[in-house]
């Protein structure tokens, strides 16, 4: 196994997914340190993905923040099909059912028109 094949999650991502998490729970990067007893400087560097966190310390993070591993990790591995999931499942949670179905057509609707005009993102990956 090459070093590529080894090292396919996205550090940045983590980062990001971590400092969104912690401000929806509208604490300060001092308070998750305090949850977590780890310092500031590195919970700043994981959230810039200036150093890599341990899994220690990403286990200590998700508890103070109260979500899973899974949740943290969702559509931070390249090429990961499921990518969105977690976040569309957090962003539905408290919707109505009606609601829910409104959001799936919109989905549902702008698929199909994006593949009727052959219409394509800058990317090329479909899956982030």
Same mark, same amino acid.
Request: aromatic share 6%; with cysteine; proline share 1%.
């Given at each position: ?22 401000e929806q729970n509208n604490f300060s ?7 977590? =007893? ?13 150093? +890599? !966190? #341990? $899994? @220690? ?6 508890n103070a923040l109260g979500i899973t ?23 539905? =949670? ?13 989905? +549902? !609707? #702008? $698929? @199909? ?16």
């Open positions: 196994m090459n070093q590529t094949q080894q090292s396919s999650v996205d550090h940045r991502q983590i980062g990001y997914r971590i400092k969104e998490v912690r990067q001092a308070e998750l340190a305090e949850k977590t =007893e780890l310092s500031v400087s590195y919970i700043s560097h994981i959230e810039n993905a200036k150093r +890599k !966190a #341990s $899994l @220690e310390s990403v286990i200590r993070i998700v591993v899974d949740e943290l990790l969702a559509g931070v591995q390249m090429n990961n099909p499921a990518a969105y999931q977690t976040d569309i499942d957090m962003l539905m =949670e408290d919707c109505s059912e009606n609601e829910k179905r409104f959001i799936y057509e919109l989905i +549902k !609707a #702008s $698929l @199909e028109t994006m593949h009727k005009n052959g219409w394509e993102l800058a990317s090329s990956d479909r899956h982030r």
